[in-house]
T-cell receptor
């Protein structure tokens, strides 16, 4: 079974520029998550989708971050405009729906904002 | 929001030693999880705990769900070089669509040969 795929793996941009990350979850996983992991910290949930609907986006900075999962499979996370403090690893995870279903994480995209 | 505090922040041990790390929360969780993260990779689940007081093993790893539901510990016996990495605890609340994870601050483990 293929794991969670993410691209790009690394991205360097200047502040005020925009950037987008892509995630392809494990086949059959209806729930998809985006996390932000700042260096030296644990991952923090940004947004959770079930199929193409948002379940939880309470910690997403909506003035600059947006995410979509139009067909209930792939997802994109966008930052516009980026700030220095957005430098982090952005992790995508997926799981089956409900109960004790394990979240499987992708390798992440490391973003550096200069 | 909830915060999970892990200790120690980092450990530098000799190969073959046993390791113990713990995690405490200001809130109750209904599930405790332990993950390991290696450089350039996402976290990988090691052990999941679902009931207060539960003690679960996975090879050389043993973890317990605290009776108060606000803490958990992870033990690694007879450490080996490949145990190097960052260990995260995570607590969950189960929502209608999935499990919302709150991660701890991490314990970095370094093993000396």
């Amino acid at each position: 079974e293929a794991g969670v795929a993410q691209s790009p793996r690394y991205k360097i941009i200047e502040k005020r520029q925009s950037v987008a990350f892509w995630c392809n979850p494990i086949s059959g996983h209806a729930t998809l998550y985006w996390y932000q992991q700042i260096l030296g910290q644990g991952p923090k949930l940004l947004i959770q989708f079930q199929n193409n609907g948002v379940v939880d986006d309470s910690q997403l900075p909506k003035d600059r971050f947006s995410a979509e999962r139009l067909k209930g499979v792939d997802s994109t996370l966008k930052i516009q405009p980026a700030k220095l403090e957005d430098s982090a690893v952005y992790l995508c995870a997926s799981s089956r729906t409900g109960g004790r279903n394990t979240q499987y994480f992708g390798p992440g995209t490391r973003l550096t904002v200069l | 929001g909830q915060q999970l505090n892990q200790s120690p922040q980092s450990m530098f041990i000799q190969e073959g030693e046993d390791v113990s790390m713990n995690c405490t929360s200001s809130s109750i969780f209904n599930t405790w999880l332990w993950y390991k993260q290696e450089p350039g990779e996402g976290p990988v689940l090691l052990i999941a705990l679902y009931k207060a007081g539960e003690l679960t093993s996975n090879g050389r790893l043993t973890a317990q769900f605290g009776i108060t539901r606000k803490d958990s510990f992870l033990n690694i016996s007879a450490s080996i070089p490949s145990d190097v990495g960052i260990y995260f605890c995570a607590g969950t609340f189960t929502t209608g669509g999935g499990n919302k994870l709150t991660f701890g601050t991490g314990t970095q483990l370094k093993v000396e040969l």
